[in-house]
Nanobody, 117 residues
Framework: QVQLVESGGGLVQAGGSLRLSCAASGIIFSINAMGWYRQAPGKQRELIADITRGGRTNFADSVKGRFTISRDNAKNTVYLHMNSLKSEDTAVYYC???????????WGQGTQVTVSS
């Protein structure tokens, strides 16, 4: 059974930093690209960062230069490092994987990030 478990969310002041983690199990982590999405109240879920199995990264314009994504294949974990946080970064953050072996999408349960101004 595939599980993605996020952690690291919380309340932070504007300008602060947080690191989110997503630990995967039940899947061959190293062969898959991973992504972080977020969904703010009343808005659609959006892709904000992803990382290929080779480590190539992409970011949404809204977070470029402030967020980084990394992965540790030995720990089956992907990280989202968030710096210079703004109130508009407040959202539920989700980890996502499209497993190329099973051709299925998997999502974590989400972790709340709240940035106070």
């Amino acid at each position: 059974q595939v599980q993605l478990v996020e952690s690291g969310g919380g309340l932070v002041q504007a300008g602060g930093s947080l690191r989110l983690s997503c630990a995967a199990s039940g899947i061959i982590f190293s062969i898959n690209a991973m992504g972080w999405y977020r969904q703010a109240p009343g808005k659609q879920r959006e892709l904000i960062a992803d990382i290929t199995r080779g480590g190539r990264t992409n970011f949404a314009d809204s977070v470029k230069g402030r967020f980084t994504i990394s992965r540790d294949n030995a720990k089956n974990t992907v990280y989202l490092h968030m710096n210079s946080l703004k109130s508009e970064d407040t959202a539920v953050y989700y980890c996502h994987i499209y497993d190329i072996s099973s051709r299925n999408d998997y999502w974590g349960q989400g972790t709340q990030v709240t940035v106070s101004s």
